[in-house]
T-cell receptor, first 113, second 114 residues
Framework: RKEVEQDPGPFNVPEGATVAFNCTYS??????FFWYRQDCRKEPKLLMS???SGNEDGRFTAQLNRASQYISLLIRDSKLSDSATYLC??????????????FGKGTLLTVNP | DAEITQSPRHKITETGRQVTLACHQT?????MFWYRQDLGHGLRLIHY???????NKGEVSDGYSVSRSNTEDLPLTLESAASSQTSVYFC?????????????FGQGTRLTVV
């Protein structure tokens, strides 16, 4: 089983739609979780952190389920500008007190007018 | 403002040549990472470092090496470039040792090996 697996996509949705992405991770001791956004030919940038209690930032909601080892990202009222690749990131221990970032392959979202 | 920069942004090289990609960050972060990104594979970790003189192999380290002589820089060297190493390379850095802070990425280096 891969360390981090994401919905392969691609997702094509109309403006205003609600879309959800899931990501599963294999290491039960993983420490922190994030969603990154990557625009075409650009570097990934942090979208939001993911907390056990769930967190919301405007139209974006992130959830963590430690028991089932998955995280999710919900985008409501999709905008054209939401078109991008969404990457989940899991941080876990990599020997001693150091940590390693592991990325999912990313899910491509295209929002259509 | 603190930043992380990669150079060059684009590079074309010939098979068999040694190539070094630079990564410089002014965040004073201990943790630095090199990834390559290819269609169908996502971001794959090449090498990483948790501090000066510390380097570690990632999942796709064959044919690559890094050195960390100071906090700011983690150059990535392709010992003998191969066509399979044509890719987009991203450098990243993160600060806190507890792993709960975001990673910042450079703008990427697009390498073509011909």
């Amino acid at each position: 089983r891969k360390e981090v697996e994401q919905d392969p996509g691609p997702f094509n949705v109309p403006e205003g739609a609600t879309v959800a992405f899931n990501c599963t991770y294999s290491n039960s001791a993983s420490q922190s979780f994030f969603w990154y956004r990557q625009d075409c030919r650009k570097e990934p940038k942090l979208l939001m952190s993911v907390y056990s209690s769930g967190n919301e930032d405007g139209r974006f909601t992130a959830q963590l389920n430690r028991a089932s080892q998955y995280i999710s990202l919900l985008i409501r009222d999709s905008k054209l500008s939401d078109s991008a690749t969404y990457l989940c990131v899991v941080i876990g221990r990599s020997g001693g007190s150091n940590y390693k970032l592991t990325f999912g392959k990313g899910t491509l979202l295209t929002v259509n007018p | 403002d603190a930043e992380i920069t990669q150079s060059p942004r684009h590079k074309i090289t010939e098979t068999g040549r040694q190539v070094t990609l630079a990564c410089h960050q002014t965040w004073n972060h201990n943790n630095m990472f090199w990834y390559r990104q290819d269609l169908g594979h996502g971001l794959r970790l090449i090498h990483y470092s948790y501090g000066v003189q510390d380097t570690n192999k990632g999942e796709v380290s064959d044919g690559y090496s890094v050195s960390r002589s100071n906090t700011e820089d983690l150059p990535l060297t392709l010992e003998s470039a191969a066509s399979s190493q044509t890719s987009v390379y991203f450098c990243a850095s993160s600060g806190h040792s507890t792993g709960d802070t975001e990673a910042f990425f450079g703008q990427g280096t697009r390498l073509t090996v011909v």
